[in-house]
Structure formats: C-alpha cells, structure tokens
C-alpha cells in the first residue's frame, strides 16, 4: 500500500482520537472532572494534524493562565 493511503489512516487515527478526548473534556465541564486538564490534552492530539486545533490550544493556554493567575491573587493578571 503507498504512503499515501497511510497518511490518511493516521489521519484519522488521530482525529478520532483528539475529538474523543476533547469530548470527554467538554463533558466534564458539566459532570465532574478535570476539564480544564483533559480538552488541552485533546486539543493537543489535534494539533499534531491540524493547524486550527493548535490555534485554539495555545488560546486556551493563554485563558487557562490568566484564570489560574487571577485565582492566586497576582496582581500581574489582565
């Protein structure tokens, strides 16, 4: 089989992995568990094959900063 054909099933190897994860993350949202840990890591997976996941993850990094940094009290938090 070709390189190509392999791309592909690794394509969608990792893109039905990452949506997973990140669904299971966005449900902890709402049902107990560590949201704010596992759509990161799903968004990550995602971001190995797609430019737009890795945008959204470091948008979410930044958030994620802020609010942690907001929650200790720094005064450096916008």
Do not use: C, D, H, Q
């Not at 799903?42 to 959204?56: D, N």
């Amino acid at each position: 089989m070709s390189r190509y054909f392999f791309r592909k099933v690794k394509r969608v190897v990792i893109a039905v992995a990452g949506f997973s994860v990140l669904a299971v993350g966005l449900l902890m949202i709402v049902l107990p568990g560590p949201a704010f840990i596992v759509i990161p890591i799903g968004l990550g997976i995602l971001a190995t094959e797609f430019s737009w996941a890795g945008t959204l993850l470091e948008k979410t990094k930044e958030v994620i900063r802020r609010k942690s940094a907001k929650w200790r009290g720094n005064k450096e938090a916008p």
